[in-house]
């Protein structure tokens, strides 16, 4: 479920709550970028299991780094 606090939140905001090990800001960004994410890995890859693979590789690597994310 997209949390409601953070459902107009940019990007770079969620990641400074993420860096703060919110899993409410994390639950947004996912919800907000997991089809695009998902979809183009689909489509290079062009199998599912190799999809949700890369995937979760890629939102375990936003969460674990979000505190390096620099906004300038």
Same mark, same amino acid.
């Given at each position: 479920?997209?949390?409601?606090?953070?459902?107009? #939140?940019?990007?770079?905001? @969620?990641?400074?709550?993420?860096?703060?090990?919110?899993?409410? &800001?994390? $639950?947004?960004?996912? +919800?907000?970028?997991? #089809?695009?994410?998902?979809? @183009?890995?689909?489509?290079?890859?062009?199998?599912?299991?190799? &999809?949700? $693979?890369?995937?979760? +590789?890629?939102?375990?690597?936003?969460?674990?780094?979000?505190?390096?994310?620099?906004?300038?």
């Amino acid at each position: 479920m997209f949390n409601q606090l953070f459902q107009a #939140t940019p990007d770079e905001h @969620l990641l400074s709550h993420m860096a703060q090990r919110s899993e409410a &800001a994390f $639950e947004a960004f996912y +919800d907000r970028h997991s #089809t695009v994410v998902y979809s @183009l890995a689909r489509k290079i890859l062009r199998t599912t299991t190799d &999809a949700e $693979e890369v995937m979760q +590789d890629v939102f375990v690597r936003v969460w674990n780094k979000a505190g390096e994310y620099d906004t300038s």
